[in-house]
Nanobody, 122 residues
Framework: QVQLVESGGGLVQAGDSLRVSCTASGRTVSLTAMGWFRQAPGKERDFVAAILWNTGIPFYTNSTKGRFTISRDNAKNTVYLQMNALTPEDTAVYHC???????????????WGQGTQVTVSS
């Protein structure tokens, strides 16, 4: 089992930057990839970014590529999501996930965190 805990969410203004973190514990030797998804009220959970744990290869969606950067610290079992030029449309609960069952883009991961709220005011 792997446990995931997110941190770093908050309320920011449009144009600001924010970094959220996710720390894994438990059977971390089994980590293959970690991803970030977000879910706004009344909407589906959408892919934001992912990273392969061993190689560090990142994956992004078109709406976040160039503004968001995913990175990881293997020694700390932590993945980060640096978010720049935030807009109100980025407002959502951001969930961390580990070990996708198929592709990193689908919300089909074995482990999920509880999420951290990111609110961007205009």
């Amino acid at each position: 089992q792997v446990q995931l805990v997110e941190s770093g969410g908050g309320l920011v203004q449009a144009g600001d930057s924010l970094r959220v973190s996710c720390t894994a514990s438990g059977r971390t030797v089994s980590l293959t990839a970690m991803g970030w998804f977000r879910q706004a009220p009344g909407k589906e959970r959408d892919f934001v970014a992912a990273i392969l744990w061993n190689t560090g290869i990142p994956f992004y969606t078109n709406s976040t590529k160039g503004r968001f950067t995913i990175s990881r610290d293997n020694a700390k079992n932590t993945v980060y999501l640096q978010m720049n030029a935030l807009t109100p449309e980025d407002t959502a609960v951001y969930h961390c996930a580990a070990n996708p069952s198929r592709t990193v883009y689908a919300a089909e991961y074995a482990y999920w965190g509880q999420g951290t709220q990111v609110t961007v005011s205009s």
